[in-house]
C-alpha cells in the first residue's frame, strides 16, 4: 500500500527559504497526483500546490504563486516544494498528498512544521 513519507521543514525567519520532501514508497502511476495541504492553528486544511507525476503540470493556490514551487523526480519516487520569501501566515503543518483525482487526497504524509518568525 502506498505511504508518503515527508522530511524538511523547520523554523524560519520572515524572507527566508525552506524546502519540503515527499517520497512515495512504490511508483506511481503518470496520471497520479502529488500536493502539498498545509492547516494552520484554528483553521482548516488548505490546498497549497500539487504536480501531475507523468506530465510534471503544476498547480498553485494564489497565495503562494510566485514564492513556492513544486517539482517531482520520478526516479527517486520524490515531490519537493521549494518556499521562498516566506511569510508569517505560511506558519502550518505541511502535508504531502496524493490521489487520482482532483483534489489530491486520498494518501497523506505525516505531516511537517513549518515556522516563520516575523
Known amino acids: 500500500q502506498l505511504q508518503l513519507v515527508e522530511s524538511g521543514g523547520g523554523l524560519v525567519q520572515a524572507g527566508g527559504s525552506l524546502t519540503l520532501s515527499c517520497t512515495a514508497s512504490e511508483r506511481t502511476y503518470s496520471s497520479y497526483i502529488l500536493g502539498w495541504f498545509r492547516q494552520a492553528p484554528g483553521k482548516e486544511r488548505e490546498f497549497v500546490a500539487a504536480?501531475?507525476?507523468?506530465?510534471?503540470?503544476?498547480t498553485y493556490a494564489d497565495s503562494v504563486k510566485g514564492r513556492f514551487t513544486i517539482s517531482r523526480d520520478r526516479p527517486s519516487r520524490t515531490t519537493t516544494l521549494q518556499m521562498t520569501n516566506l511569510r508569517p501566515e505560511d506558519t502550518a503543518v505541511y502535508y504531502c498528498?496524493?490521489?487520482?483525482?482532483?483534489?489530491?487526497?486520498?494518501?497523506w504524509g505525516q505531516g511537517a512544521q513549518v515556522t516563520v518568525s516575523s
Open positions: 504536480i501531475r507525476q507523468g506530465a510534471g503540470t503544476t
Open positions: 498528498a496524493g490521489g487520482t483525482t482532483w483534489p489530491p487526497q486520498d494518501k
